[in-house]
């Protein structure tokens, strides 16, 4: 059983571009949650989907970010016109159900770049 | 407002000595409380979790002690290992919710 899975490892961006950050859940797993972890600090929560739905978007920027989780293929995190301050980690979760009890699995992270 | 806070920013020990992390939270709503363990270039993998109806909890080399009143728990890595050296996270949720509030992260050091 493969776990999860994200691409791509490193991204570059230049001011401005898009960048789309994919993460593929372990199998089995209908729940994805994303985090942002900016140098020197934790894991910042910003959403959680279900297949198809937003469940809490609470810590998504109001502006250029957005995340969607479709009934096929991988969940996105979207990030338009990107600035430097974007740079970070980009962590995703998954879990079999949205219990924070049951084991969270991360992926080994996005690190974007913007220059 | 960080709700999790995490204490020491870094923390060097000797083999065989006992690493002791600290975290404080605010949000009593808050009944689940996982720790992480991070290696260079990896994700968080869950190390352990404690909910409030105990005091402390034990894995292995690892045990969790928990003050319900203070609003505090702590790592305690025993007999430590130079392979134990990573980044620990402590965080905290509401266990029939799906997010964590994390802290900012204890980078350990196990010298030989």
């Known amino acids: 059983n493969a776990g999860v899975m994200q691409n791509p490892r490193h991204l570059v961006r230049r001011r401005g571009q898009e960048a789309r950050l994919r993460c593929s859940p372990m199998?089995?797993?209908?729940?994805v949650y994303w985090y942002r972890q900016l140098p020197e600090e934790g894991l910042k929560f910003m959403v959680y989907l279900q297949k198809e739905n937003i469940i809490d978007e609470s810590g998504m920027p109001k502006e250029r970010f957005s995340a969607e989780f479709p009934k096929e293929g991988p969940s996105i995190l979207r990030i338009q016109q990107v600035v430097r301050g974007d740079s970070a980690a980009y962590f995703c979760?998954?879990?079999?159900?949205?219990?924070?009890?049951?084991?969270?699995?991360f992926g080994p992270g996005t690190r974007l770049l913007v220059l | 407002q960080q709700q999790v806070k995490q204490s020491p920013q870094s923390l060097i020990v000797q083999k065989g000595g006992i690493s002791i992390i600290n975290c404080a939270y605010e949000?009593?709503?808050?009944?689940?409380f996982p720790w992480y363990q991070q290696f260079p270039g990896k994700g968080p993998a869950l190390l352990i979790a404690?909910?409030?109806?105990?005091s402390e909890k034990k894995e292995g080399r690892f045990t969790i002690s928990f003050n319900k009143s203070a609003k505090q728990f702590s790592l305690h890595i025993m007999d430590s290992q130079p392979g134990d050296s990573a980044t620990y996270f402590c965080a905290a949720g509401a266990f029939n919710a799906g997010k964590s509030t994390f802290g900012d992260g204890t980078t350990l050091t196990v010298k030989p």
């Open positions: 949000n009593t709503a808050f009944d689940y």
């Open positions: 979760a998954s879990s079999p159900t949205g219990y924070l009890g049951e084991t969270q699995y």
């Open positions: 404690i909910r409030p109806d105990v």
């Open positions: 199998k089995g797993h209908s729940h």
